[in-house]
């Protein structure tokens, strides 16, 4: 997105159990129009970071002004230890208004120099590692309790891929929830414009 937009998320919620969206780095953050803000139940415990779709079905709407360039996480803020580990997590990238090209919209002055964070799109790449610990999906599937403690991860993953499907291309058709791949080409540095 660019700096100044309006992001609107919808999450339709098919799982079993309730879930919610964060958006660490975001301000002004509204769930259905009202401020997202923690949850509790009746007993005053902490159930979710922020407003959920009930469990078989809910639907919650998050929208926030994209008011600072960068790149940031957004993640599920229900059960974050579990959903997490279990893919309810991406990427979002906030362009700069006035210089696109800029990772931040800023000039840097250091001992070695000014710089801009300015970079080429043709050469970028988002890269999101993540692991899994099998024992938590198998636990989750079959409704069983699963204790954290015992938390081994055992497979590790490059924007959702493991190998062999991190050296798939970008937009591969057999991995429509998975389009980007992890493969990053480097060219040599060659300063002889001949």
Do not use: C
Request: net charge negative; glycine share 10%.
């Amino acid at each position: 997105v660019t700096e100044g937009d309006t992001v609107t998320i919808v999450l339709h919620n098919t799982l079993p159990e309730d879930v919610s969206i964060i958006f660490p780095g975001q301000e002004g953050v509204l769930a259905d129009g009202q401020p997202a803000q923690p949850q509790f139940d009746g007993g005053g415990n902490l159930v979710s970071l922020a407003p959920v779709a009930t469990a078989n079905g809910g639907t919650m709407t998050y929208s926030f002004v994209a008011a600072k360039p960068g790149t940031y996480l957004y993640e599920s803020g229900t059960e974050t230890a579990k959903q997490v580990n279990m893919g309810l997590f991406g990427g979002l990238v906030v362009r700069p208004l006035t210089n696109p090209n800029w990772a931040y919209n800023e000039v840097v002055n250091s001992g070695a120099g000014t710089f801009t964070t300015e970079f080429n799109p043709d050469a970028e790449f988002m890269l999101i590692f993540s692991e899994i610990d099998p024992m938590l999906h198998m636990a989750t599937e079959q409704g069983l309790p699963y204790n954290m403690n015992n938390y081994r991860p055992r497979y590790w993953m490059i924007n959702g891929r493991s190998f062999p499907d991190t050296i798939a291309p970008n937009g591969a058709d057999w991995l429509p929830d998975q389009p980007y791949g992890s493969m990053i080409y480097i060219h040599p540095y060659n300063d002889d414009p001949g």
